[in-house]
């Protein structure tokens, strides 16, 4: 499990892909997860404003 179904994305249009099996579950990811994207350059206080920003919106930062 990567993102979902990466065949819906934008930069999958007109791609030149092949589907292996049934994307149902595929689907059920990308539609009711809430994904948050990383990368190693992101530094200790970036992620730290992240963490705020999702404790915030969650009510657990007032």
Sequence with gaps: M?????????YMKGANYRISGDLT??????????????QPA??????EFAANK???YLG???
């Design 60 to 62: 657990m930062n007032c």
């Design 42 to 47: 992101l530094t200790v206080e970036m992620l």
């Design 54 to 56: 999702i404790e915030s």
């Design 25 to 38: 579950n595929t689907d059920n990811v990308m539609n009711n997860t809430f994904w948050i994207g990383v």
């Design 2 to 10: 990567f993102a979902g179904n990466l065949t819906r994305q934008p």
